[in-house]
């Protein structure tokens, strides 16, 4: 094994029990770490598997945006 790999084998290692620990002290979070795993797993290539992670994201902004449009309306229509 090369020292590459393993260092690479290693920092993936460390990332995963980093994430289960972030989700366990964010049990909220999981089924969502559910879905990006299960869309990644389908995502074959590095390049689809970006595709997928910048659809969550986008998905995301958009609906923190619509939550702030939403709170801005209400804050000058209560004003």
């Known amino acids: 094994m090369s020292k590459i790999h393993s260092l690479r084998s290693q920092e993936l ?7 289960e620990r972030f989700l ?11 879905d990006i795993d299960r869309r990644l ?23 923190l945006d619509n939550k702030l449009q939403a709170l801005v309306s209400k804050m000058r229509t209560s004003r």
């Open 41 to 63: 797993k389908n995502a074959a290539c590095d390049h689809n598997r970006l595709v997928v992670i910048h659809d969550l994201m986008m998905d995301s902004f958009l609906e």
């Open 24 to 34: 366990s002290e964010h049990p909220e979070l999981e089924r969502l770490q559910k």
């Open 13 to 19: 290692t460390e990332a995963l029990e980093e994430r």
